[in-house]
């Protein structure tokens, strides 16, 4: 009954202050949807980020040639390392931190064509496991390069999905045959489309891919560009990085402390700081959206102050009449809560309905917002907080004051 009679009171308060009221109730409507708003996006730019970074491929590092920076075993530095394919089958051999790895050849301007269509774009040489690092993978239909192409050196070739249309018009084109700088071969895979914002020579969906064996006899090359690794999921990037610096350093004879004997990009460093950079940007969003909410509650208090002036002399007889402070305290609490949760719940409902409204549209420029559980919750205990606050300082004036003192006023 004593929670009716309080709504009841509430909307007789809220006719009288009709403008008041909607203006503090909107509010708390609209620091309740730019929080779930500013989340539900800050949570589609970070899951999109994080995906397109990992286009690149998880736990991997890109090694290139460099030079040594310190002396070592009476050795000069500025000494050129560089690598052959057998150093990075020594390297396969004795790591016990790395699960994959694999050499990488490349050749830039290299001429591909289709009929009447021809393009330059780069082409790799790599073995079989590059696809599972760098996370290429084969459309319906399509395979990658396996060890049979390897050890037979056959004239195959994997494409990206934007080579296969510039070439052919579509990405149905496995088993058709192609020019590499005039040399036929054939396609046994176009790659699956993928997201990704980062790169090194050129983006996945227009480069193409051959074995190892075949570009060593095809370019008549010895020494490669560079070559990834991935540690296992047990082991991070840094420990795999010292252990290939540790062996290469023993058999090229440079300091394994010495980080310039190799260039290396490690991938996870990056992800790592994206998703620390996302993260502190969504909760940045989300701050605003607090500020908002907080100010929504201030309102909430200066209504419930004017409505508690408003209501003194009514105040006063209640408790002449018996009333007890905790009641008159629990109606003011009651009251400011319900404007709480009225304009909390509208504000909720109208943000999920922006973000299912909206969402799909936005995919291809912030990612996709989503909602999740843990921003409901999190926006449902800061409610019930701004509406306590907001309420307990004039309840608990009301609750205080002597009916012969709130008799007196009016």
Avoid: C
């Avoid at 931190?97 to 490349?106: D, G, L, M, R």
């Avoid at 009514?314 to 003011?332: C, D, H, N, P």
């Avoid at 400011?336 to 109208?350: A, K, N, P, R």
Wanted: glycine letters at 10%.
């Amino acid at each position: 009954m004593f929670f009716f009679a309080s709504i009841k009171q509430f909307f007789a308060d809220m006719r009288r202050q009709k403008m008041r009221t909607i203006l503090t109730t909107f509010g708390i409507f609209w620091g309740t949807a730019s929080i779930v708003l500013l989340f539900a996006f800050g949570q589609g730019i970070r899951e999109s980020q994080t995906k397109s970074m990992k286009g690149m491929g998880e736990r991997i590092a890109i090694f290139w040639p460099g030079l040594t920076s310190k002396e070592y075993k009476g050795l000069p530095r500025g000494r050129r390392i560089s690598f052959t394919e057998d150093d990075i089958q020594m390297v396969k051999n004795r790591s016990t931190v790395i699960q994959n790895i694999s050499p990488e050849y490349s050749r830039y301007n290299a001429t591909l064509k289709v009929g009447k269509n021809t393009t330059v774009r780069q082409v790799k040489g790599v073995w079989p496991e590059f696809h599972e690092m760098r996370n290429i993978i084969p459309d319906t239909g399509s395979r990658f390069l396996n060890d049979n192409d390897m050890a037979e050196r056959r004239r195959v070739i994997f494409i990206g999905n934007l080579l296969a249309k510039d070439l052919y018009g579509k990405t149905d084109v496995v088993g058709e045959t192609l020019l590499l700088d005039g040399t036929p071969f054939t396609v046994v895979g176009v790659m699956k489309d993928k997201e990704q914002n980062s790169s090194y020579g050129s983006r996945d969906t227009r480069a193409a891919w051959i074995p190892t064996t075949t570009f060593a006899a095809m370019y008549s090359i010895r020494r490669m560009d560079n070559f990834v690794a991935q540690s296992k999921p047990e082991y991070t990037m840094k420990q795999a990085r010292r252990e290939i610096n540790g062996i290469l350093g023993g058999r090229y004879r440079f300091d394994p402390e010495d980080d310039q004997a190799l260039q290396v990009w490690d991938v996870t460093e990056a992800i790592d700081f994206m998703k620390s950079f996302t993260i502190a940007f969504q909760y940045f969003l989300v701050g605003i959206g607090v500020a908002t909410l907080i100010t929504g509650g201030i309102g909430v208090s200066n209504i419930m102050n004017v409505v508690l002036e408003e209501r003194t002399k009514e105040i006063g007889i209640k408790m002449a009449l018996g009333a007890r402070k905790s009641y008159v305290l629990s109606q003011f609490v009651v009251e400011t809560l319900f404007i709480t949760f009225l304009g909390g719940v509208v504000g909720f409902l109208f943000a999920f309905g922006v973000v299912s409204l909206v969402g799909d549209s936005l995919k291809d420029f912030i990612g996709v917002p989503r909602v999740d559980m843990i921003g409901g919750l999190l926006v449902t205990i800061l409610l019930g907080i701004v509406g306590l606050v907001a309420g307990i300082f004039p309840a608990r004036r009301a609750a205080n004051l002597q009916p012969v003192q709130a008799l007196k006023l009016f």
